[in-house]
């Protein structure tokens, strides 16, 4: 069964590093979103991702982040300049395959701890 | 107000019983809403969608929605061990398809 995969698990960075956290989306997918969950807290969006453009996002998705497809398969998410307050369990989904187009499957997830 | 509420439980239920979770969400969303389970440290995984009123039903999970009352519950038959887990319900705004989740209800199956 096809599933959307990220990469890493697990990141470490020092406060005011960059991270790129990437994510490779189900393949006949067309929609592609970012969300973010703080421990204890709810998930919440941050950006989603169309036709090689930003479709939507929310007021964290700020100046810091940045989303991009590179290529045909990945999906990527940079925090330039990485605060405490990111740290998080960050969601790659994507949706659009057939008739269910708004049905997004998540990946595993990438934890995030700033330092 | 928030878009998308739920109880955060625990809601504790027996092995075998039927575990009830519910879900009310403002009229500023969609229409359409999805279960997701959600267990420690882990992601969300679909159990259903529900876009028409009324019950749907996939195995032992029945999806609920309410229109009127802006109420969608999920009914999980012959609760397991393995249900115990957090329940997240969200809807998909109504500007695109971004998804707004609930805090999610915490069940716990006792054997």
């Known amino acids: 069964e096809p599933e959307v995969t990220q990469t890493p698990s697990h990141q470490v960075t020092q406060m005011g590093q960059e991270v790129i956290l990437r994510c490779v989306p189900i393949?006949?997918?067309?929609?592609f979103y970012w969300y973010r969950q703080i421990l204890g807290q709810k998930v919440e969006f941050l950006v989603s991702f169309y036709n090689n453009e930003i479709s939507e996002k929310s007021e964290i998705f700020d100046d810091q982040f940045s989303v991009e497809r590179p290529d045909g398969s990945n999906f990527t998410l940079k925090i330039r300049s990485t605060k405490l307050e990111d740290s998080a369990m960050y969601f790659c989904?994507?949706?659009?395959?057939?008739?269910?187009?708004?049905?997004?499957?998540f990946g595993p997830g990438t934890r995030l701890l700033v330092l | 107000q928030k878009e998308v509420e739920q109880n955060s439980g625990p809601l504790s239920v027996p092995e075998g019983a039927i575990a009830s979770l519910n879900c009310t969400y403002s009229d500023r969303v969609s229409q359409s809403f999805f279960w997701y389970r959600q267990y420690s440290g882990k992601s969300p995984e679909l159990i259903m969608s529900?876009?028409?009123?009324g019950d749907k039903e996939d195995g032992r999970f029945t999806a609920q929605l309410n229109k009127a009352s802006q109420y969608v519950s999920l009914l999980i038959r012959d609760s397991q061990p393995s249900d115990s887990a957090t329940y997240l319900c969200?809807?998909?705004?109504?500007?695109?398809?971004?998804?707004?989740f609930g805090g999610g209800t915490r069940l716990m199956v006792k054997p």
């Open positions: 393949s006949n997918h067309l929609y």
């Open positions: 989904a994507s949706s659009g395959g057939g008739g269910e187009q708004e049905t997004q499957y």
């Open positions: 969200a809807a998909i705004n109504n500007a695109g398809n971004m998804l707004t």
């Open positions: 529900i876009y028409s009123n």
